[in-house]
């Protein structure tokens, strides 16, 4: 959609262009000596020439003598200024339509994505009251079947919302209040593969989480609580890390490449495989 429009404003610049060229470079050719031409005076290009007559009459206002005086005033046509300011206003009206159209976009694209998220809160809300997980025994089919329904919709949601890390970011905070993963120390909440890239999650509690190949570039983990956290094979590509807690999580295969783990604490975790380029803050 954006590209299209694009297309039309530089079909239109070029269009513009070539008929302001055509203005302006064709009439001084063909006005040549050999071929003296000019535009026709409706056109409203080239010089304008007035025609003035004035009438004097002598001897008395019912004398029959009277003397016709006929003058020509020659205006100075179009300017260059004059046919740029005709055709700057339908393509100021063209980019303005464009950028009106784009921020109406940009509200419908935000509010949809926060109706859905509510959308989400609420539902899940009810699945875990409706059920009363706290009082579920760790062995209880019902919590094993609650905990696949809330990743299925966890992972929908975390992909529809893109680039918003915001709100990827509310979704697993909403998840860590509700006390869904920390209740119980035999259920895992499992985000594997889950499309967390740019979320902001700086200070979450992300203890034991399985995130195996989630996307986790540009996520903002600083200060996050990843200890004994399953990070196999996942992107952290441009992560912040810094002041994180890694102890003892699995970053085996993991693509590190320009995090930052400044002042991360690594105690006894895997980082086997992984890739550590250009890495910042790394401590040997």
């Known amino acids: 959609m954006l590209f299209n429009r694009w297309r039309l404003l530089i079909a239109g610049a070029i269009f ?68 740029l300011e005709l055709l700057a206003v339908p393509f100021l009206l063209l980019y303005l339509g464009n950028q009106l159209q784009q921020k109406d976009k940009e509200v419908a694209d935000i509010n949809l994505r926060e109706e859905a998220l509510l959308n989400y809160l609420d ?14 025994q760790p062995n209880d089919t019902l919590l094993e079947l609650i905990n696949d329904i809330i990743r299925t919709r966890t992972l929908t949601i975390l992909r529809s919302f893109g680039k918003d890390g915001e709100r990827k970011g509310s979704v697993i ?8 993963i920390s209740n119980w120390h035999s259920i895992v909440l499992d985000l594997s593969s889950a499309s967390l890239k740019g979320a902001k999650l700086s200070g979450t509690k992300l203890s034991r989480v399985k995130l195996i190949k989630a996307d986790l570039s540009d996520a903002d983990l600083s200060d996050a609580d990843l200890s004994h956290a399953d990070i196999r094979n996942a992107n952290l590509i441009n992560a912040d890390l810094i002041n994180a807690d890694l102890t003892g999580a699995d970053l085996t295969g993991a ?11 690594l105690t006894g975790a895997d980082l086997r495989d992984a890739i550590l380029n250009d890495v910042k803050g790394l401590r040997n």
């Open 16 to 83: 513009g262009s070539v008929i302001t060229a055509g203005i302006f470079i064709v009439p001084p050719i063909v006005a040549s000596k050999s071929w003296p031409w000019r535009w026709a005076d409706w056109t409203g290009i080239g010089e304008d020439t007035i025609k003035k007559t004035s009438t004097e009459k002598k001897g008395g206002k019912n004398s029959s003598i009277e003397k016709v005086i006929s003058t020509d005033e020659t205006r100075s046509g179009k300017t260059l200024w004059d046919f």
């Open 123 to 136: 539902r899940v809300s009810d699945l875990l009251i409706n059920n009363k997980v706290n009082s579920l």
């Open 173 to 180: 905070r909403f998840l860590i209040d509700a006390e869904f």
């Open 255 to 265: 693509d590190l490449t320009g995090a930052d783990l400044t002042g991360a604490d």
